[in-house]
Nanobody, 126 residues
Framework: QVPLMESGGGLVQPGESLRLSCAAS????????IGWFRQAPGKQREGVSC????????YYADSVKGRFTISRDNAKNTVYLQMNSLKPEDTAEYYC???????????????????WGQGTQVTVSS
């Protein structure tokens, strides 16, 4: 059983929107924060956003602030990443990952996560 499963990626034009989903299984989001990361070809994986159910805190990388919104559906044990005003530089493979109960204090390093989803591709191109 895969603990995390992403969906919702696709090909969109600049300025359009996508909503990514991260469905968790085998554990409750009450005990684990969920982070979204992305990796573009030739670049390192970077933390994009994080949500902690324990204290309701969120984190956004500067590059996505004001455009991306992270949220949770308790009934579905799913975390969403709503991505608006997409830019070509948002093109990447997007991964959700599980960490401890809280988002990291500073940034969102990949070392924080202990389980990773398989990823979903987001391509922004005209």
């Amino acid at each position: 059983q895969v603990p995390l499963m992403e969906s919702g990626g696709g090909l969109v034009q600049p300025g359009e929107s996508l909503r990514l989903s991260c469905a968790a299984s085998g554990f409750t989001l009450d005990n684990h924060a969920i982070g979204w990361f992305r990796q573009a070809p030739g670049k390192q994986r970077e933390g994009v956003s994080c949500f902690s159910s324990r204290d309701g805190s969120t984190y956004y990388a500067d590059s996505v602030k004001g455009r991306f919104t992270i949220s949770r559906d308790n009934a579905k044990n799913t975390v969403y990443l709503q991505m608006n005003s997409l830019k070509p530089e948002d093109t990447a493979e997007y991964y959700c990952a599980r960490g401890g109960p809280y988002c990291p204090e500073f940034g969102l390093p990949t070392a924080w996560a202990d389980y990773w989803g398989q990823g979903t591709q987001v391509t922004v191109s005209s």
